[in-house]
């Protein structure tokens, strides 16, 4: 094929690679803010100028067909190479700017990252940022995000990993609480006590302690669980009962005297404790205003 021909199909491969990574026509219109008939039109393109089917559909499902696999890898290729294009580019500018995109957990960003990331973009104007808070999972490929900053011992595997911080959880409670209840002394006692929990899921009832080479598991009931720390932190500030935070969540509280932490002695294990990590994708090139964001997020936790 001459490249008269081919270059027009250039974003028909394009758009046959989001659809693939999407698995819906629908979900690749709504990303590229185009009608799910125009991404159909330009798969059908694609079919007939290469003479091949590539994705065979039914009202249910799609997949790829044999053919369909091959021009599939091959294409998302050319999408890595055209990434790296772009990249190489942003990577000579002298001014970083450009386009950054960034996802982070909801407590941590409001309660740390906020400040910090309104310092950077009014130090770096021409970096056009964009921050999603979400706590679920972030595919930094298949959600098109430049960075994430989440809170872990397992970092993902294939990406570049920098460490900005480190965050352990503290268990507390209110001094009234534990005036009227009593300080528990052992992870076991936990169980006479009020306990406000996350309340995702039922794992979240189960505690883990850690001292040396004791483990123990305790079940924590109470009265309310929600899965928002301010609003637990509230109900322990009114001394409703005892609960796990992050640290960055409860460190103003603790270091007022509002709360006091419980079993210092013991390593409460569970979600959103580890490091704090700023993770990218692997690259030759890597775009300036990824490289000035990461550097300026660890400078300003080393700064804490």
């Known amino acids: 094929m001459d490249t008269n021909k081919l270059i027009p199909l250039l974003s028909e491969m394009a758009i046959f690679v989001n659809v693939v990574e999407t698995g819906s026509f629908s979900k690749t219109a709504k990303k590229l803010g185009v ?43 050319m999408m890595h190479s055209a990434k790296l294009a772009v990249s190489a580019a942003q990577t000579d500018k002298s001014e970083v700017s450009g386009v950054l995109r960034v996802a982070a957990p909801k407590a941590l960003s409001r309660q740390v990252l906020m400040p910090m990331i309104l310092d950077f973009i009014q130090e770096f104007p021409k970096v056009s940022l964009q921050l999603k808070v979400a706590d679920h999972y972030i595919d930094p490929i298949g959600d098109e995000v430049d960075v994430i900053i989440h809170i872990t011992d397992k970092p993902n595997i294939g990406l570049i990993a920098r460490t900005l911080s480190q965050c352990r959880l503290v268990l507390c409670a209110s001094p009234d609480y534990l005036k009227q209840y009593g300080t528990p002394q052992h992870p076991d006692q936990i169980t006479d006590h009020n306990c406000l929990c996350l309340g995702e899921n039922p794992r979240d009832r189960i505690w883990d302690f850690t001292q040396d080479e004791q483990k123990l598991s305790i079940n924590a009931n109470g009265s309310f669980a929600v899965n928002h720390s301010e609003i637990r932190r509230e109900a322990v500030l009114r001394g409703i009962g005892l609960s796990v935070f992050p640290e960055f969540a409860i460190q103003e509280y603790l270091d007022s005297g509002q709360v006091v932490e419980v079993l210092q002695d013991w390593h409460i294990g569970g979600n959103y404790q580890g490091q704090v990590i700023a993770q990218y994708a692997q690259s030759k090139f890597i775009p300036g205003q990824i490289k000035a964001f990461v550097d300026y997020m660890q400078s300003k936790f080393t700064q804490q």
């Open 35 to 77: 009608s799910p008939s125009s991404v159909s039109r330009s798969i059908t393109r694609l079919e007939n100028t290469l003479e091949e089917k590539l994705l065979e559909r039914t009202t249910r499902q799609m997949r790829l067909s044999t053919t369909g696999q091959e021009v599939y890898s091959l294409c998302s290729d």
